[in-house]
C-alpha cells in the first residue's frame, strides 16, 4: 500500500526545510524496512508500505496525519479504474469524492473530477452521496 504522509509544521521552517524533510525521510526509513520515501506536492510519499505497522508512524514526529493513495496517470477513464478498485474493496452506504489537484495542466478543474467521479460512483453503486464526511 501507498501512503501520503501529512506534514505538521516543516512549513513553517522556512529555508531550513530541506533540512527537516531530509531528518523525516531518514527516520521513516530507520523505523520502517523496504519503503521508498519521497517528498511530492503535499507531503512525503510512501511507496510498499506494510499496512500492519501504520500505528508505529505515531512514534514519527512530524506527522499531522496520513491517507492511503492510489497512484494513476492524468486520465479520467484511468482514475474511473482506480475508483473501481475502492468501490469492490469498500462496503459503504454512502461517499464523498474530493479532488485536489497539484498538476494543473489537467483537462478537468477539481469541482469537474469530483461531479464526475461522484456521478460514477453514484450510478455505478447506488450509493448516496453525502457532504459532511470528514476528510
Not at 512530524?62 to 469498500?90: P, Q, S, T, W, Y
Not at 478537468?108 to 470528514?134: D, P, R
Request: net charge positive.
Amino acid at each position: 500500500m501507498d501512503l501520503l504522509l501529512h506534514i505538521d509544521e516543516i512549513f513553517l521552517k522556512g529555508a531550513n526545510q530541506p533540512f527537516f524533510y531530509r531528518c523525516l525521510k531518514n527516520n521513516l526509513s530507520q523505523l520502517f524496512t523496504n519503503i521508498k520515501a519521497s517528498r511530492v506536492e503535499g507531503g512525503i510519499l510512501i511507496e510498499d508500505f506494510n499496512k500492519e505497522e501504520t500505528g508505529r508512524l505515531s512514534f514519527v514526529p512530524g506527522i499531522a496525519n496520513f491517507a492511503e493513495v492510489l497512484k494513476c496517470e492524468h486520465d479520467l477513464r484511468k482514475i474511473k479504474m482506480a475508483v473501481d478498485c475502492l468501490i469492490n474493496n469498500a462496503n459503504a452506504g454512502s461517499f464523498r469524492i474530493s479532488a485536489e489537484r497539484s498538476y494543473k495542466k489537467f483537462e478537468f478543474s477539481s469541482m469537474e473530477i469530483e461531479h464526475q467521479i461522484g456521478a460514477y460512483v453514484q450510478k455505478k453503486t447506488g450509493w448516496k452521496v453525502n457532504l459532511k464526511i470528514q476528510i
